[in-house]
Nanobody, 115 residues
Framework: QVQLVESGGGLVQPEGSLRLSCAAS????????MGWYRHTPGKQRELVAV???????NYADFAKGRFTISRDNAKNTVHLQMTNLKSEDTAVYYC?????????WGQGTQVTVSS
């Protein structure tokens, strides 16, 4: 059974940084796409960044230049380094894994950007 465990959310001041981590278990993730989505009340869940096991990363426009996704295939982990955070980045961030033919989601971790 696939499990995704996220960590690293919290409260941060504007222009601050946070690093989210997600540990995956229960399958072979070498061919999986791994990444992050976020959800803000009143809006649809949106892609933040995703990457394949050895390929380039895809970023949402709002994430380019500020967020960096990385993964450790040996440890089945994916990370999201977020810098220069803004109040509009406040959301629940979800780890996402697409392991054909299914997709899996973490439980979500709250990120709040506020002074």
């Amino acid at each position: 059974q696939v499990q995704l465990v996220e960590s690293g959310g919290g409260l941060v001041q504007p222009e601050g940084s946070l690093r989210l981590s997600c540990a995956a278990s229960g399958s072979d993730f070498r061919i999986a796409h791994m990444g992050w989505y976020r959800h803000t009340p009143g809006k649809q869940r949106e892609l933040v960044a995703v990457m394949s096991s050895g390929g380039p990363a895809n970023y949402a426009d709002f994430a380019k230049g500020r967020f960096t996704i990385s993964r450790d295939n040996a440890k089945n982990t994916v990370h999201l380094q977020m810098t220069n955070l803004k109040s509009e980045d406040t959301a629940v961030y979800y780890c996402y894994v697409h392991l054909p033919p299914r997709s899996y989601w973490g439980q979500g971790t709250q990120v709040t950007v506020s002074s």
